[in-house]
């Protein structure tokens, strides 16, 4: 099979050392090099990971500087040598026993125009009751059609559309915009049949409130890639918006509030009450009830809509002025534009 290298993003959580345990542990054909991009913002020390024996002579570390995950993953593919294929996968991701095996049946069955093959992400929830809204979210993952938690890419596809858009700076839509971008180049993206385990990542009750700056991010994809990327990305189009509705109505109760027109702001007060009320128990009713994430669930539908509502106004004024995405021939790989192709690999 086509040589590969691994590149793994990190903060130094304690879950990469399970990936590279995993990683050195599956059957088939090992990595060319393993590329560890060291993106804490501030690193103490040298990064705390265990590499394993099998690993160890293959393994380097090189710095991220804290720009997120789409600026270590340019940094992790460029110093990765000349592997034709380059693996992406996220830090707390576990590989499974055969993923090397299937990994080489994979990059064997693609064809010269595939860009990309992914991986069958499974995350593991808890059977004895139900899941959180934060098992629920991680979950998701399993569904998503183009995420880089592990994900085998053509270097010269790379090369040809210049990596990853790093103005992307959390770990949120750049792997759509890697997609979007690598299709308008006239690639094309396959499904492969190799497994990797996301577990669900301990989180603080505020983890769904600091995910509202994705909002952002969504304006930079409308912005790069037109209103019909939500379609073309196979993206969920989430709640934005209602949450928009929900805080105008609860700016309206209070701006007829202090103004004197009691009817309106209690007409207003009222659509915010009912949108709040309904947001909050559609996330408790398909949850597991208990008391604290009740009352998560109640704190966070309070304060989520005005969240989204800033991001996404933030995003408005801060990419305003950003051109959309042309694809570019120059220098392009593969030569000639070809219809767009979504290919299947699995068995």
């Known amino acids: 099979?086509?040589?590969?290298?691994?590149?793994?993003?990190?903060?130094?959580?304690?879950?990469?050392?399970?990936?590279?345990?995993?990683?050195?542990?599956?059957?088939?054909?090992?990595?060319?090099?393993?590329?560890?991009?060291?993106?804490?913002?501030?690193?103490?020390?040298?990064?705390?990971?265990?590499?394993?024996?099998?690993?160890?002579?293959?393994?380097?570390v090189v710095p991220g500087g804290g720009r997120g995950p789409a600026a270590a993953r340019n940094a992790g593919w460029r110093a990765a040598g000349d592997a034709p294929w380059i693996v992406?996968?996220?830090?707390?991701?576990?590989?499974?026993?055969?993923?090397?095996?299937?990994?080489?049946?994979?990059?064997?069955?693609?064809?010269?125009?595939?860009?990309?093959?992914?991986?069958?992400?499974?995350?593991?929830?808890?059977?004895?009751?139900?899941?959180?809204?934060?098992?629920?979210?991680?979950?998701?993952?399993?569904?998503?059609r183009w995420i880089t938690a592990d994900m085998a890419l053509r270097r010269t596809a790379l090369e040809a559309v210049g990596g990853f858009d790093e103005r992307f700076r959390r770990a949120f839509r750049e792997d759509a915009d890697l997609a979007l971008r690598l299709l308008d180049a006239g690639w094309s993206l396959a499904e492969g049949r190799r497994t990797t385990r996301h577990p669900v990542r301990p989180a603080?009750?505020?983890?769904?409130?600091?995910?509202?700056?994705?909002?952002?991010?969504?304006?930079?994809?409308?912005?790069?890639?037109?209103?019909?990327?939500?379609?073309?990305?196979?993206?969920?189009?989430?709640?934005?918006?209602?949450?928009?509705?929900?805080?105008?109505?609860?700016?309206?109760?209070?701006?007829?509030?202090?103004?004197?027109?009691?009817?309106?702001?209690?007409?207003?007060?009222?659509?915010?009450?009912?949108?709040?009320?309904?947001?909050?128990?559609?996330?408790?009713?398909?949850?597991p009830r208990t008391r604290d994430e009740i009352a998560t669930m109640l704190l966070t539908s309070l304060l989520i809509p005005p969240a989204a509502t800033w991001h996404w106004l933030r995003g408005r004024l801060r990419y305003r002025a950003t051109p959309p995405h042309r694809p570019s021939a120059a220098g392009q790989w593969p030569p000639e534009p070809r219809p767009v192709v979504r290919e299947r690999l699995r068995s």
């Open 1 to 60: 099979m086509s040589t590969y290298a691994v590149v793994i993003p990190t903060l130094g959580r304690p879950s990469l050392g399970a990936c590279l345990r995993a990683l050195a542990e599956t059957s088939g054909p090992g990595p060319e090099r393993v590329v560890l991009v060291d993106d804490r913002p501030d690193p103490a020390g040298t990064l705390a990971a265990d590499v394993p024996p099998a690993l160890r002579t293959r393994t380097m």
């Open 88 to 144: 992406f996968l996220d830090d707390d991701v576990v590989p499974g026993p055969t993923w090397g095996d299937d990994l080489a049946l994979d990059i064997a069955a693609a064809t010269g125009w595939t860009a990309a093959v992914g991986a069958r992400i499974e995350v593991p929830l808890p059977a004895d009751r139900r899941p959180t809204d934060w098992e629920r979210t991680t979950a998701g993952l399993a569904t998503a």
């Open 204 to 287: 603080d009750r505020w983890i769904s409130l600091r995910l509202q700056a994705g909002n952002a991010d969504d304006v930079l994809m409308t912005r790069l890639h037109g209103r019909a990327w939500w379609r073309r990305a196979g993206a969920p189009r989430g709640r934005l918006p209602g949450h928009l509705a929900v805080t105008a109505a609860a700016v309206a109760a209070l701006g007829g509030a202090l103004s004197g027109r009691h009817r309106a702001a209690g007409a207003c007060a009222a659509l915010w009450l009912a949108g709040t009320s309904e947001f909050a128990l559609a996330r408790i009713v398909p949850g």
